[in-house]
Each structure stands twice: as C-alpha cells, then as structure tokens.
C-alpha cells in the first residue's frame, strides 16, 4: 500500500470511527480515547499527540486533527480561534519553533483538501469532537488558517466581502457546527448524561436546554444557563407546561394537573409537579443561575 493510499485509508477509517464512538458528535471523547483507542491493523494509532495541538503523523504530509484545549483548570489556550467578516472561522498557527512542521501540515491539508477532525476542549481532557472540517486559505499576516465547517462554507472564497445576509447565515452554520454541540456537550458532562427533571440516562433522546433561549442575546451558550433535559420535558419547558423554580423543584401548569390522558402524562408530567430536580451537576458553577431560573419561571407563570 503507498503511503498516499495509506493515508486516505487511515483518515477515512479515523473518521468513521470518530462518528462511531461520539455517535456523530454528540457524546464528548477523552484524550485517552483519543490516544490509545483508534487502531489500524490491530495497531494503535493515536488521533492526538501528546503537548501538541496539530496530530500530522509520521511520514504523512497533511495533518490529521487539530486541538483547541479547554480553558478552565487549565492554562489559557495559547492561540486565539474566531469568526471572520466572511463569517468563516479561523484556526491559529503556531507561532513557536517547534510549529512549523506542524503548521506545514495544515499547509498540505488545504492544498489537498483532505477532512480534518477538531477536537474542541470543553474541559481538560474532554473533546467535543467536530467533524470533518476543511482549511480552505491562510492568511499569513494574521498567522492563521481559514476554516470550514460545512459544504455551503466551503463555497465562500475566504476575505471575500459577502451580504450581511449571507455572513448571518455562515455564522449560523457554525454556531450549529461548532457552538452548539460544544454547549451540549458541556451540557451533558455536567449533568452526567440524565435529564434534570426525570434522571433518564439515553443521550440519543436527550437535548441541552437553554433557560434563557438561544435567540434572546442574553441566551449566551454556558453551562449556568442549560439543563439536560430529554425530548419530552425540553418540549415542555419551551412550551411553559414546566416550570423550574429558582430553588430547583418542579412544577406543572395548572391546566394539565388534572387531566386524564394516559400513562405518558402522569408518570412524565404529573407526578412531577411539586417534586425537586433528580438530577443537579454536582460543581457549583455548572448548577442553573438562579436569576435566569426566576426569569424562565415569571414566564411559565404569565403563560
């Protein structure tokens, strides 16, 4: 097998291992998955290297994966990821010694256009993996790439004046992409994979709530303004059937405590009613923001 055949085969196999084991991005990866989990041939091959934030493995001229560490309990991330005016995001170079055969592996990835997988740290040790994503220009000046993070942005030539309409609609592709599955997975990790009101354990029917919508500019993506919360009981919290009042317990609105409808509503809303949350993270600055609780809760109450 030569070694260009090789490297497709080895990042194809990455890839749909990485969707295997994070069912497509939703459930968080550890450095330790990452290091010792993926196998070619029976042999471990490492998505991640060890005190470096862009894996390009040996003999290989295009980087495999890219790193952004976690900032909290860790130290601060040394480079500097943002949106452009093209509503593109960028990935920072290296700027060390030590960089530049890093940096020239991202290089040959944007000539080749080979997929790349982020992992994105949303606490040390812990990925949210975000994948494929494509390096689509450098700009040297700026010691950074351009990056891709679905088709429709690949289209965009990077630096490119685009409508303000269109810019809004490549920063939602991205907030999808990239800030929204980074909160739920936050999300997620606090709350151990269980619904706040019920404890179920399912990632697959659970979602990451947010208390003030995502749509309000105050709705900002951390973890102090979400809840785990599975299909059922984040419908009824968008919908002001349940409320969660500032001291974490439940309520019902009025007009379904008395119904008769089924098993559905009165073991999944009814019995609820009145009842504490079963599920609370366990460090504090995870825990619901009291304040943004009341707000929620002064709707449910209007409603």
């Not at 700027?95 to 997929?115: I, K, S, T, Y």
């Not at 494929?132 to 220009?137: E, K, R």
């Not at 749509?215 to 419908?235: E, S």
Request: net charge neutral.
């Amino acid at each position: 097998m030569s070694g260009a055949v090789s490297e497709h085969y080895v990042r194809a196999a990455a890839l749909e291992w990485l969707s295997s084991v994070t069912l497509d991005g939703t459930i968080p990866v550890s450095r330790a998955q990452l290091r010792d989990d993926f196998r070619v041939s029976g042999d471990r091959f490492p998505l991640v290297d060890a005190g470096r934030g862009i894996r390009r493995p040996k003999g290989w001229s295009a980087a495999l994966s890219i790193l952004t560490a976690a900032p909290e309990g860790a130290p601060s991330r040394p480079y500097d990821d943002s949106e452009g005016a093209d509503g593109l995001h960028r990935y920072k170079l290296r700027r060390d010694h030590r960089g530049a055969a890093e940096n020239e592996g991202l290089r040959h990835a944007m000539l080749e256009q080979v997929p790349l997988m982020w992992f994105y740290g949303i606490r040390p040790g812990i990925f949210q993996a975000i994948f494929p994503v494509y390096l689509i220009g450098e700009e040297p000046e700026h010691s950074q790439f351009v990056m891709a993070l679905t088709e429709e942005q690949r289209q965009i030539r990077p630096g490119s004046r685009v409508e303000e309409t269109l810019r809004k609609y490549l920063l939602t592709m991205t907030r999808r992409r990239l800030h929204q599955p980074v909160f739920a997975g936050q999300v997620m990790l606090a709350y151990e994979t269980r619904c706040a009101v019920c404890s179920l354990n399912h990632r697959e029917l659970l979602d990451a709530a947010h208390i003030i919508p995502d749509n309000d500019p105050r709705g900002a993506p951390v973890v102090a303004n979400g809840l785990a919360l599975c299909k059922l009981h984040h419908a009824a919290y968008d919908k002001n059937i349940l409320g969660i009042r500032p001291d974490y317990t439940v309520e019902i609105h009025h007009r379904l405590l008395h119904e008769v409808d089924g098993p559905m509503l009165r073991h999944g809303l009814q019995e609820h009613h009145g009842r504490p949350l079963m599920q609370v993270p366990a460090r504090r600055v995870d825990r619901p923001d009291a304040d943004r609780l009341m707000e929620r809760y002064e709707a449910f109450l209007a409603a």
